[in-house]
Antibody, heavy 121, light 109 residues
Framework: QVQLVESGGGVVQPGRSLRLSCAAS????????MHWVRQAPGKGLEWVAV????????FYADSVKGRFTISRDNSKNTLDLQMNSLRPEDTAVYYC??????????????WGQGTTVTVSS | EIVMTQSPATLSVSPGERATLSCRAS??????LAWYQQKPGQAPRLLIY???TRATDIPARFSGSGSGTEFTLTISGLQSEDFAVYYC???????????FGQGTRLEIK
């Protein structure tokens, strides 16, 4: 079945780095844009970044621009999020999500279970 | 940034009744509007895209309407599993900058 599984979350000190991964299965990964969306404790959903089906286009929320990098490996069906210079306000559950129709301007029809990132000293 | 505003923040409805949730965009998003359902400890689930098209396996009691800046999610004949938080999301802007509403909590009356 269609599935996304995130990994890589944990507790990290402010200013440090963390790399999240998302393993995709059950669909043609290389045909769809992929997103990262986060949710701070007790808060709503915040879009973080999107990457096009072939990795050629990447877009970021202003809150993470210059600090986070989204990437993908279509040969391994994996999506990554490199997070540098982490701040306490980056503390959240991070979800990877599949774009529904293939573009980057899209709804998200498959979500992973999320991985928790806590930034604290 | 396109700001999405949902109302009410909390809606109390009895099982079997109808719930109407609203979402307003700060500027036109055409029909590029999605609705999601999220239950505690779970990931969001896509309910509606294109403002009115049900996603795969979504029951017919969920319906969406609207275009431009005003949107509605209607849930008819509420069932126990429908009590959750609902988010709207616009995906109209280019370059992509999807934004979500703050959510409406649908609770049992």
């Amino acid at each position: 079945q269609v599935q996304l599984v995130e990994s890589g979350g944990g507790v990290v000190q402010p200013g440090r780095s963390l790399r999240l991964s998302c393993a995709a299965s059950g669909f043609t990964f290389s045909s769809y844009g992929m997103h990262w969306v986060r949710q701070a404790p007790g808060k709503g959903l915040e879009w973080v970044a999107v990457i096009s089906y072939d990795g050629s286009n990447k877009f970021y929320a202003d809150s993470v621009k210059g600090r986070f990098t989204i990437s993908r490996d279509n040969s391994k069906n994996t999506l990554d999020l490199q997070m540098n210079s982490l701040r306490p306000e980056d503390t959240a559950v991070y979800y990877c999500a599949k774009g529904r129709s293939g573009g980057q301007r899209d709804s998200m029809d498959v979500w992973g279970q999320g991985t928790t990132v806590t930034v604290s000293s | 940034e396109i700001v999405m505003t949902q109302s009410p923040a909390t809606l109390s409805v009895s099982p079997g009744e109808r719930a109407t949730l609203s979402c307003r965009a700060s500027q036109s998003v055409s029909s590029n509007l999605a609705w999601y359902q999220q239950k505690p400890g779970q990931a969001p689930r896509l309910l509606i895209y294109g403002a009115s098209t049900r996603a795969t396996d979504i029951p017919a009691r969920f319906s969406g309407s609207g275009s431009g800046t005003e949107f509605t999610l209607t849930i008819s004949g509420l069932q126990s599993e429908d009590f959750a938080v609902y988010y709207c999301q616009q995906y109209n802007k280019w370059p992509p900058e999807p934004t979500f509403g703050q959510g409406t909590r649908l609770e049992i009356k």
